[in-house]
């Protein structure tokens, strides 16, 4: 089952009145477990593809061969990023796999520190002379 909560002062508390049925339905006096997680921000999702658009219109001449595409350029993010891994055919051969990064596989906690990373990564390596803050401040109209 998954309850949503609020994080308030004292404590977690149910989102609305379905969760608190759902909480409600518990028995009192048994162990449960429970995984903390952040639901994904959709908005903060479509920045990162804008970011990704934005960085594939201004990427330097020599890298437009590596990245044909946006999606060429967010598969690099990701293998850049760590978000991958790794298959090994009969051979031995090693192949890096790149994992998903939609809502279902990434909550917002892990989602946030891949899009710093990848800003960082595009900063140093992408678009090189470009900080950090120059990438955060042409988004912040998105």
Do not use: C
Request: charged fraction near 25%; proline fraction near 4%; hydrophobic fraction near 35%.
């Amino acid at each position: 089952m998954i309850i949503f909560l609020i994080k308030k002062l004292n404590g977690l508390f149910p989102a609305d009145s379905v969760e608190l049925g759902k909480l409600q339905g518990l028995k009192n006096g048994q162990t449960y477990k429970a995984k903390i997680t952040q639901p994904r921000n959709v908005q903060h999702h479509r920045k990162y593809w804008a970011m990704i658009g934005l960085v594939h219109e201004n990427l330097p001449e020599e890298m437009e061969k590596l990245f044909k595409t946006p999606n060429d350029l967010h598969t690099e993010l990701k293998l850049q990023a760590g978000l991958y891994d790794i298959h090994y055919t009969i051979g031995g051969k090693q192949i890096p796999q790149v994992r998903s990064i939609n809502f279902g596989a990434m909550d917002q906690l892990d989602f946030e520190e891949y899009y710093e990373n990848t800003i960082r990564i595009i900063s140093k390596y992408i678009l090189p002379g470009i900080t950090s803050e120059d990438i955060k401040n042409q988004l912040l109209d998105f």
